[in-house]
């Protein structure tokens, strides 16, 4: 089976015609599906437009061809409308938990959330979900009648539950959340529209999610061979991984080395998306799927690996973490990235003047956690050189992060 080839809408697709619209009601659109409106407005936002200066793994002027939180989004979108459209599901709707999916990433990547995680260590700490969530749910403020993008309660449910559920049926944390609790953000957005942090999201935000890690995976690799983090021969090592560079050599012996990891690499996201399909198709079948409700209601996801792409999975982001995102460069370039954000926090705490005019407003009469969470969404929203930018603007001395 093609992995594109395009099926009949599944039974168990979200569909919008039946969603549970948005917290604001707007008169629909003539030509477009709330879905597909929701992918536009995505697209059109500011903290859409800064994802391509903000971190993936490395800082974006090492070099142009290493991936930005822009280009990692497009990739993962690209997976997951393919996944989408080979199970018959809503593709604008996971092509919208796709593009929304790390909205909420500060600068410099995981740096920026380690750092900015320490600086709220007394308010809740941070989380790049929930910034996600109040990304499109409060900071973005480009409509007349309110603020935020107004997403559907489908999208919506799917940028929370990228990782699953958050809580069991009782309310109580699971996963992630056990041992710190759910962001507060998420649970009051939560009280103003329930997004049923208990139950598994759509199967459309269940192929974003699961092409998240494939896109991962595979570019991650791709970044790291052209960084000289590691070598292909390192691959070789690698099950399945390993088993797909003998094929490419057995096929195409003598390849030039640009050309012989693309070709890994491609074929690598091939698979795990043949892969993907396969599972998901017989996990829905052993569910009978005839609804998105049964998709919701399976006690587990339904568009996943198989247990032996799970363990090929666990094995890359193994080799991967030594190799790369331990690697001692970049933990040199993550030091610095931490200490410039936590310098900048601390800065604006202490004297907020140096904040923007339109972000000194909303700290009249706030309190401690209040006026630490505004600054952090501030932080949260830069991107890479607009922090080094104010850093060197503040202070003294700027990391070149090189």
Same mark, same amino acid.
């Given at each position: 089976?093609? !992995?594109?080839?395009?099926?009949?809408?599944?039974?168990?697709?979200?569909?919008?015609?039946?969603?549970?619209?948005?917290?604001?009601?707007?008169?629909? #659109?003539?030509?477009?599906?709330?879905?597909?409106?929701?992918?536009?407005?995505?697209?059109?936002?500011?903290?859409?437009?800064?994802?391509?200066?903000?971190?993936?793994?490395?800082?974006?002027?090492?070099?142009?061809?290493?991936?930005?939180?822009?280009?990692?989004?497009?990739?993962?979108?690209?997976?997951?409308?393919?996944?989408?459209?080979?199970?018959?599901?809503?593709?604008?709707?996971?092509?919208?938990?796709?593009?929304?999916?790390?909205?909420?990433?500060?600068?410099?990547?995981?740096?920026?959330?380690?750092?900015l995680d320490r600086c709220l260590a007394?308010?809740?700490?941070?989380?790049?979900?929930?910034?996600?969530?109040?990304?499109?749910?409060?900071?973005?403020?480009r409509y007349a009648e309110f603020d935020?993008?107004?997403?559907?309660?489908?999208?919506?449910?799917?940028?929370?539950?990228?990782?699953?559920?958050?809580?069991?049926?009782?309310?109580?944390?699971?996963?992630?959340?056990?041992?710190?609790?759910?962001? =507060?953000?998420?649970?009051?957005?939560?009280?103003?529209?329930?997004?049923?942090?208990?139950?598994?999201?759509?199967?459309e935000a269940q192929a974003g999610a699961?092409?998240?890690?494939?896109?991962?995976?595979?570019?991650?690799?791709?970044?790291?061979?052209?960084?000289?983090?590691?070598?292909?021969?390192?691959?070789?090592?690698?099950?399945? !991984?390993?088993?797909?560079?003998?094929?490419?050599?057995?096929?195409?012996? &003598?390849?030039?080395?640009?050309?012989?990891?693309?070709?890994? !690499?491609?074929?690598?996201?091939?698979?795990?998306?043949?892969?993907?399909?396969?599972?998901?198709?017989?996990?829905?079948?052993?569910?009978?799927?005839? #609804?998105?409700?049964? !998709?919701?209601? =399976?006690? &587990?996801?339904?568009?996943?690996?198989?247990?032996?792409?799970?363990?090929?999975?666990?094995?890359?982001?193994?080799?991967?973490?030594?190799?790369?995102?331990?690697?001692?460069?970049?933990?040199?370039?993550?030091?610095?990235?931490?200490?410039?954000?936590?310098?900048?926090?601390?800065?604006?705490?202490?004297?907020?003047?140096?904040?923007?005019?339109?972000?000194?407003?909303?700290?009249?009469?706030?309190?401690?956690?209040?006026?630490?969470?505004?600054?952090?969404?501030?932080?949260? &929203?830069?991107?890479?050189?607009? =922090?080094?930018?104010?850093?060197?603007?503040?202070?003294?001395?700027?990391?070149?992060?090189?």
């Open positions: 089976m093609a !992995v594109t080839a395009a099926r009949p809408r599944a039974p168990y697709a979200a569909d919008p015609e039946r969603g549970r619209g948005r917290l604001h009601a707007e008169p629909p #659109s003539a030509t477009r599906s709330d879905f597909r409106r929701d992918c536009d407005r995505i697209i059109h936002s500011s903290a859409f437009r800064r994802l391509a200066y903000k971190t993936q793994v490395f800082v974006p002027h090492e070099g142009d061809h290493y991936r930005t939180r822009l280009t990692h989004t497009l990739e993962v979108t690209q997976i997951a409308r393919s996944l989408a459209r080979a199970l018959g599901l809503d593709e604008d709707l996971a092509e919208g938990s796709a593009l929304a999916h790390d909205l909420g990433h500060p600068p410099f990547g995981h740096a920026g959330e380690r750092a007394d308010h809740g700490g941070f989380d790049h979900n929930a910034q996600t969530l109040g990304v499109v749910t409060r900071l973005e403020r935020g993008l107004n997403l559907t309660w489908d999208t919506l449910e799917g940028l929370v539950k990228h990782n699953g559920p958050l809580t069991d049926r009782a309310g109580a944390p699971v996963g992630r959340y056990a041992a710190h609790g759910v962001a =507060a953000a998420i649970l009051d957005y939560c009280r103003m529209q329930d997004l049923e942090l208990w139950r598994h999201a759509s199967a699961i092409a998240d890690d494939i896109a991962y995976d595979a570019h991650d690799i791709d970044d790291g061979l052209r960084a000289g983090l590691f070598t292909i021969a390192d691959l070789g090592a690698l099950p399945f !991984v390993g088993d797909i560079l003998a094929e490419v050599d057995r096929l195409h012996p &003598g390849l030039d080395p640009a050309r012989r990891a693309h070709e890994v !690499v491609r074929r690598l996201i091939t698979r795990m998306i043949e892969d993907v399909l396969a599972e998901s198709t017989r996990r829905l079948a052993a569910i009978a799927a005839r #609804s998105a409700a049964d !998709v919701r209601d =399976a006690g &587990g996801p339904v568009v996943a690996f198989s247990p032996a792409m799970t363990a090929t999975d666990a094995a890359i982001k193994a080799f991967l973490l030594p190799r790369m995102y331990r690697h001692e460069r970049v933990m040199r370039i993550m030091g610095d990235a931490e200490r410039l954000v936590a310098e900048l926090f601390a800065h604006y705490s202490a004297e907020p003047q140096a904040l923007p005019e339109e972000w000194r407003h909303g700290l009249e009469g706030a309190d401690g956690g209040q006026r630490a969470r505004h600054i952090a969404d501030f932080i949260a &929203g830069m991107t890479d050189r607009f =922090a080094l930018m104010e850093h060197a603007r503040l202070f003294d001395s700027t990391p070149e992060l090189r």
